[in-house]
């Protein structure tokens, strides 16, 4: 199987390519229909499908990213490191999308490859999502909908208290995060991991499931966590939670002026580091034209280094 992947997951890379070269009119937000890209190294998690699904698993681009909606069926696509590269460290990459898609492209494949390209073995993880219409107009007018603004407070900043989390139930995501886990732990041999150093980083939605499954599975036990501009909101900190390193922007809604996910894995004595960046908003990805934000990934690299990820124990 190893064989298999290795020789094959540069032909993804290529696909992400041909997603990501569009013309003009699929860099703006609207939403473009896209045929479903052939995935040759997806590997099937057997995690079973979700209830009520109305609809198969399609594709879409907006912003020039292709993304995927109703997916029932997990996956794991390793990208894995260049013979005589690899470092034997592990990650598990998790895209956002809010949990009703998932951005592919920016938060799933680029940033694979961005790893394995530093001796990383990467693995993009395609889990199941809520149902979202079929049509894709409807699904569009969903995405399109007004939304109320936040309201502001006493002095008429934005800055006020945030509203509690819509609790989502993330069964089906924990499961897809633990088998893809499993397959690493069964396969770290022919991969050249060190199951020791086994981390997982996620965007946006995939930084709650990265967060959740730190805080809540009884199987995955993670070397390092990633949330990059996740939900900031105070949690309770496991005594052997892992090292955090944590990435948003300050004009990214989810932030409003929120520190309490940093204040709790501080308090709990747990290694966190924080890169708060001045400008980038939400869903940048590896990076946006001129943001400030567009070096977390060296920062990122630079702290996996410093705390010995990079080097075999």
């Not at 490191?81 to 470092?87: D, H, Q, V, W, Y």
């Not at 409003?256 to 980038?280: M, T």
Request: charged content about 20%.
């Amino acid at each position: 199987m190893t064989k298999f992947y290795k020789k094959t997951y540069p032909v993804v890379f290529v696909i992400i390519l041909h997603c990501i070269t569009w013309n003009a009119l699929a860099q703006d937000g609207k939403i473009y229909p896209l045929e479903t890209p052939k995935e040759p190294n997806a590997i099937p998690l057997g995690t079973g499908s979700v209830k009520d699904q109305p609809a198969p698993e399609t594709w879409f681009r907006q912003w020039g990213d292709p993304m995927a909606r109703n997916i029932s069926k997990a996956t794991l696509t390793p990208f894995l490191p260049e013979k005589g590269k690899a470092n034997g460290a592990a990650v598990i990459v998790a895209p956002g999308g809010g949990y009703r898609w998932l951005s592919m492209g920016n938060e799933g494949w680029e940033v694979a490859e961005a790893l394995a390209k530093k001796g990383i073995a990467a693995f993009v993880l395609k889990y199941r999502l809520f149902p979202t219409a079929e049509s894709l107009d409807e699904f569009t007018a969903w995405m399109n909908r007004p939304r109320p603004a936040p309201p502001k407070s006493e002095d008429g900043s934005k800055n006020n208290p945030p509203s509690p989390p819509v609790q989502l139930d993330l069964t089906n995501q924990l499961e897809d995060a633990e088998a893809a886990y499993a397959i690493l732990l069964k396969n770290a041999n022919e991969w050249g991991i060190d199951t020791s150093r086994i981390g997982m980083v996620g965007f946006s939605a995939g930084a709650g499931l990265t967060m959740h499954a730190t805080l809540h599975s009884k199987t995955m036990k993670l070397a390092f966590i990633g949330p990059i501009y996740g939900g900031m909101g105070p949690v309770q900190v496991p005594k052997n939670a892992p090292p955090m390193f944590n990435v948003i922007a300050s004009d990214d809604f989810l932030f409003n002026s929120q520190f309490g996910v940093i204040d709790s894995w501080f308090k709990a004595g747990r290694p966190v580091e924080f890169h708060l960046y001045q400008n980038g908003g939400h869903g940048f990805g590896l990076g946006n034209p001129n943001r400030t934000s567009n070096r977390w990934f060296e920062a990122f690299m630079h702290w996996l280094d410093v705390n010995k990820f990079l080097m075999a124990k």
